[in-house]
C-alpha cells in the first residue's frame, strides 16, 4: 500500500508539472497582452510594467523563474490587483468554493445512492420509469440552466430565496441545488445499474434462499460491491464540480474562487490564470490518490500496484 500511494504521489506531481508547464506557456501564445486590455499605457509604463514582470526576459527565464516560485509554493502577485498575491485570492476563494462543492457532492452522494439502489430494487416498475426519467433530465439539463430556472421561480416569482451573494443558509440553496442536480441523477443512474449487475450473482441468490431478509441482503451484502463504481466517479465528480462551480459562481454572484477565475481571463491576469489552474490540478491529483485508497478499503480483494 505504501509503495503505491508515494507511485501514485510521484505520477500525481509530474501531472501536475506538465499542466504548469503547459499553462505557462500557453498563456505566452494568447494574442496581445495582460497589460494592453484596458487603455493602452505610454511607452515608459509598459516597459516598467514588462521589467517588474519580467516580461522584458528570454521566455526560457520567465519560465524558470515561474517554476521556481512555484516549487516554493509562491503563485505569484496579480498583475490587476495592485499588492495582492495569487496565495491570498486562493486562500480567500478556495473556501467559498469548497463549502457549495463540498455541499453538492455530500448531497448528490446521499440521494444519488439510495434513489438509484430503490430504482434497482424495483426495476421494470413504474416508480423505477419516474426515477430514471427525472434522472435523464438532470443529465441533460446544464447547471446553468437550472441556476436560471432556480432564479426566475424561486427568487424572481416566490421570493423565497436571494439571489446573489452567500451571507446567510438561505444563499446556499440556489447555488448548491443547481450545483447537485447533474451528479445526483448521474449517480442515480450509475448506482441502479451496478446493483442490478450485483443482484444477479450467485452470492445474492444463495444469501435469498438462506432466508436474508430483502433489506438486509440489499443494504448489506449488495450494497458494498455495488457502490464501488460510484466511488470511482467521485474523482471526475469533483473536476465537475470544480468546473461546474465556476458558471455557478458567476451567476449567483458568490465571492469564491470560480469567480476570481473567470475574472482573471477575460482581464488576462497571467499569474491568477496559473496559480489558479496549478492549485486545481494539486487538488485533483489529491483527490484521486484519497479515491484510490478508499477503493482498496471498501473492497480488499482489489491489488494495488
Known amino acids: 500500500m505504501t509503495k503505491y500511494i508515494i507511485k501514485r504521489i510521484a505520477l500525481g506531481l509530474l501531472t501536475v508539472f506538465i499542466v504548469a508547464t503547459l499553462t505557462f506557456f500557453l498563456m505566452r501564445l494568447v494574442p496581445g497582452g495582460p497589460f494592453l486590455s484596458e487603455k493602452t499605457p505610454s511607452a515608459a509604463t509598459l516597459k516598467a510594467l514588462e521589467e517588474k514582470y519580467h516580461f522584458n526576459e528570454p521566455l526560457s527565464v ?4 515561474y517554476m521556481e516560485n512555484l516549487v516554493k509554493g509562491d503563485f505569484g502577485v496579480s498583475m490587476k490587483r495592485k499588492g495582492t498575491t495569487v496565495n491570498d485570492i486562493i486562500a480567500k476563494g478556495f473556501p467559498v468554493s469548497a463549502r457549495i462543492g463540498g455541499l453538492s457532492i ?5 440521494i444519488g445512492v439510495p434513489i438509484g439502489t430503490y430504482a434497482a430494487y424495483k426495476r421494470g416498475k413504474f416508480i423505477d420509469k419516474i426515477i430514471m426519467f427525472f434522472a435523464t433530465c438532470g443529465i441533460a439539463v446544464p447547471s446553468f440552466v437550472v441556476s436560471t430556472i432556480l432564479l426566475i421561480v424561486f427568487s424572481g416569482w416566490l421570493g423565497w430565496f436571494p439571489s446573489f451573494g452567500l451571507t446567510t443558509p438561505l444563499h446556499y440553496v440556489m447555488p448548491v441545488t443547481a450545483l447537485c442536480v447533474y451528479p445526483t441523477a448521474y449517480i442515480s443512474r450509475l448506482m441502479r445499474s451496478s ?9 445474492m441468490r444463495t444469501a435469498k434462499a438462506k432466508g436474508v431478509g430483502q433489506f438486509s441482503s440489499l443494504f448489506k451484502h449488495a450494497l458494498r460491491n455495488s457502490i464501488l463504481p460510484v466511488v470511482t466517479y467521485l474523482g471526475p465528480l469533483l473536476a465537475y464540480t470544480v468546473v461546474g462551480s465556476f458558471v455557478i459562481e458567476k451567476i449567483f454572484n458568490i465571492p469564491g474562487l470560480g469567480r476570481d477565475f ?8 497571467y499569474p491568477v490564470i496559473m496559480g489558479t489552474t496549478v492549485f486545481l490540478a494539486l487538488l485533483l491529483v489529491a483527490i484521486n490518490v484519497v479515491v484510490d485508497i478508499v477503493y482498496k478499503i471498501i473492497d ?3 491489488k494495488l500496484k
Open 195 to 203: 446493483m442490478l449487475d450485483v443482484l444477479g450473482q450467485d452470492y
Open 62 to 65: 520567465q519560465y524558470r523563474i
Open 262 to 269: 473567470i475574472s482573471s481571463i477575460t482581464s488576462r491576469d
Open 106 to 110: 455530500l448531497i448528490s452522494f446521499c
Open 300 to 302: 480488499p480483494r482489489i
